[in-house]
Every structure is written in C-alpha cells, then in structure tokens.
C-alpha cells in the first residue's frame, strides 16, 4: 500500500475477499484431488505406489517452496500481476499434463510448474486481504481461509465426475482451463493508491551504481575474499528478508514450532493423498470415497471460522496458549489416523475424516515443511509396495502427528519453565544490587571517624 492510501475495511475489499477464496479453493485444495486419479495414474503407466506418489508429492512441496520466488516477484511486479502470472502457470502445467507419456513428464507439468502456479497465486491473494482489511481482518483472513474447505468438499466431486467421463487426460485438460479463472481473481485484485517503487528501485540502483564506480583502488583489490563476504552478506541478507532465516536461529519458541510443524508435515498430506485409493482397494465405490474427501472440506468450513474466532480471543492473543492447543490439535489429528487403519467401511472412515481436520484450520508455510511434504508420499508409497497393506500408512501417519504435536507441546513448556526461572533470578539478581547502594548509603551516613586526639588537647596544642 502506497501513497499514504488507507485500507478500506470494505467496499472493494469484498470481492477481494471473494477472490481470495476462489483462489484457495484452486491451490491449496487441488493437490488432494490427485488422489483420485491416483489408480488410474497407476495403471495407465505401469507404476508403483512410491513412483505414483511423486506427483501429488512435487506439486505440494513446489506450492510450499516457492514462497521467497513469489516474495520476490510480488516486490517487483505486485500482487496483481504475481496472481495472474500464476494462474497462467498452473494452467498451462495441468493442460500439458494432460498430453504427458511417461511419469517424468508428469513429474514438471503436473509437479512442478502446476505447483509453482499455485504458490504464485495464494500468498500474493493473502496478502491483498491483509491490504484491504485492518479492523475487520480477523473476520476477513478466516472467512477467505474458507476457500480451502470450500475446494475441499467440490473439487473432488468435480474430478470423480470428469474421471468417469472423459479419463485422467481429459479431467487434466479440463481442470487446467478452470486453474485459468484465477488470472480473472488476479484482475480484480488493484492494489490500493500509486506504488512508484519502480523509480525509488531504480534511484537506488543508481545510487549504488555511482558508489560502486566510486570505490578507492584499495577496495577494487581486496579480490576474491571480499566477493565472497559481499555474496554472502547479500545470500544472508535474502535468506533473513524474504525466509525469516534469523528467527529460526535467534528465537527459540519459532524453533520448536518449526520443527513440529515440518515434522508433522510428513505425514499430514498422505492420508489426503491415500485416502480414496485406500477406500477403493477394499471394495468401496468411487462416487462414496469422493464423498469422503467432499464432507471433509464441509466440515473444513465449519471449523475454520470458528477455530480463527477461538485463536482470537484475548487469552490466545499473544500468548503460547496457541500453541499448546494447537498442539493438542495436532495430537488428536495424529491419534485420529488409527481409526481409518483399522477398518475401512463408510462410517469409520467418516468418522475419520470429521475427527482429522481440526488442526487444518492454523497452517506455517515454510521451505522445512515443503522438505517434508516432498518425502512424505513416496516414503508412503515405499511402505505400500512393501507391504501391500495401505492401513499400516495410516498408523504411520498417527504415529508422525501425535509425535509432533507432543513435541511441540512439551518443547514450549520446556521454553515455559526456563524463561520463568530466568526471569525470577533476574528479579533476585535486581533485589540484590538494590539493597547493596541502601546499605552502602546508610553505612556512609552514619559513619564518622573517630578523632585521633580530643579538642581540648587539640586546643591546648
């Protein structure tokens, strides 16, 4: 926001908000989709679970990963045209995935440049609500966040339907033309007053030109060493702007949290990606397991606004009150897991999908995650051919997000207890040293010293 431009806290900042949700509904809900066409994937190319499971792994990890190459592009062009470039991206990614011949090819169309569009897109949306939204934001980010449930419970009915109707080639084809309205929610999306940041850009530059062209001989020769210490002042400097790579050294509670999450991480998009090719390999039709993915997201948008209305409350606000039931939550959706591993009939799995979604609704997006979000299907995968059995990915999954949501709870209570007795040594610490000037003070006032010799025998000398 530029110009001294105030944000609005409506008007315009609605169809923002529209925007925004139909542009989560298309990134972030769309990988879960992949689960079902993942038998057909599998049969059409011969492969095995692990090589199948790359795809829906590249496109979630790329999403996650692109977060500094959008940072970037957003400070440069904007969040308009960042959006817009996006939506042409994963559009072309998922339309020439549908002409794709080997699982290579479907690894970069389908993969990576599908995922590098939705990373283009969703951040910049986020940002555009944060933009035209200060008092009411709160309201404003958990009624967008809806647009993930809402991808959730229609996507999957959407792909069951094309899946039956024109194959995995033609759904690709045709959900490559719908990833293509989100350069429409790009276009509405104006940012709010004049940015002249091109030309304060480039006055900078200039500026930088000239002292470059300025520098004593004495500098133009430190050679070698001083190139490298100028890069990595520059490669730190990114890492810390655009990565927050100074908090994962300097904080430790962000430390803990990150860890948990990019743990929890691992198995936290396998039960999406497993969960319509673990109900159909034991007999349930497809139409019912797109159904389950489709009540997922309907529960998602219950428990969105209702979870960002509790975290909004004073004792969560600024407080690790968020973090202990957040790890909680974690906890839950991990133990959660165990009831679809051990039977896979229509209510169980239901009951499953209602219980494994409460944590869905908080989220930190951050290259450690994309790490994990990569590995976490192929390993899945490798357990599958290994042992023909999808239940025991299931009880994996339980076994990853209870660990992790333990993890992060006692590492903060850990943090918790520490800085408290830090804090109270410091306290004993400032009793000390403000008795010790009281003491000195009295022993000065009240001290004397004692005369050598009397006054009269003073007088009488």
């Known amino acids: 926001i530029g ?14 908000v529209a925007a925004t949700v139909l542009v989560l509904a298309m990134t972030l809900a769309f990988p879960s989709c992949i689960g079902i066409f993942y038998t057909d994937l599998q049969n059409d190319f011969q492969a095995s679970n692990t090589e199948t499971s790359w795809v829906p792994a590249i496109m979630i990890a790329v999403l996650h990963a692109g977060g500094p190459i959008c940072s970037v592009l957003v400070e440069c062009l904007g969040c308009r045209a960042t959006i817009i470039i996006g939506g042409i991206l994963s559009g072309l990614g998922m339309a020439a995935s549908s002409f794709a011949q080997t699982l290579v090819e479907l690894y970069i169309t389908a993969g990576i440049i599908t995922g590098m569009g939705f990373s283009l897109s969703f951040q910049p ?33 959407l792909a069951n339907y094309l899946l039956s109707s024109f194959g995995w080639r033609g759904s690709f ?52 060493k001083g190139r490298l210490q100028a890069t990595l002042s520059t490669i730190m400097s990114f890492l810390c702007r655009h990565m927050a790579f100074d908090l994962l050294c300097s904080n430790p509670y962000f430390c803990a949290y990150a860890l948990g999450l990019s743990w929890m991480m691992l198995g936290f998009v396998v039960s ?9 390999a034991y007999g349930m039709e497809q139409d019912r397991a797109a159904l389950l993915m489709a009540i997922l997201g309907l529960i998602n948008i219950t428990v969105r606004p209702v979870t960002a209305l509790v975290f909004g409350l004073p004792r969560f606000r ?36 209602i219980m494994s979604r409460f944590p869905s609704a908080l989220g930190l997006i951050s290259i450690m995650e994309s790490i994990m979000l990569l590995l976490g299907p192929p390993l899945a995968g490798i ?9 025991y990915v299931f009880f994996a999954c339980s076994i990853n997000g209870s660990t992790a949501g333990l993890f992060i709870m006692l590492s903060f209570y850990w943090l918790d207890r520490r800085k408290d007795r830090e804090v109270k040594s410091s306290f004993t610490h400032k009793d000390t040293n403000s008795l010790k000037p009281s003491i000195k003070m009295t022993i000065d006032c009240d001290y004397s010293p004692v005369p050598l010799h009397s006054k009269c025998q003073r007088h009488g000398d």
């Open 3 to 16: 110009g001294g431009s105030v944000a609005p806290d409506g008007g315009w900042g609605w169809v923002v």
């Open 318 to 353: 600024g407080s690790h009150n968020f973090a202990y039931l957040f790890a909680t939550a974690v906890l839950i959706n991990g133990l959660s897991n165990c009831i679809c591993g051990m039977a896979t009939s229509f209510p169980v799995l239901l009951a499953y999908v």
């Open 173 to 224: 084809l045709v959900l490559g033309g719908v990833l293509l309205n989100r350069c429409v929610c790009g276009a509405v999306m104006r940012p709010l007053g004049a940015k002249p940041k091109m030309e304060a850009r480039t006055g900078q530059m200039n500026n930088r030109q000239l002292k470059t062209n300025c520098l004593p001989i004495s500098q133009e020769r430190e050679g070698l």
């Open 125 to 157: 949306s986020i940002t555009m609500v944060g933009h035209y939204f200060v008092r009411r934001r709160a309201f404003a980010n958990a009624l967008s966040s809806t647009g993930t449930a809402l991808g959730l419970s229609t996507l999957p009915l």
């Open 383 to 391: 357990l599958v051919d290994s042992t023909r059995q999808y239940s």
């Open 272 to 280: 999406l990606v497993y969960l319509v090719p673990y109900a159909t």
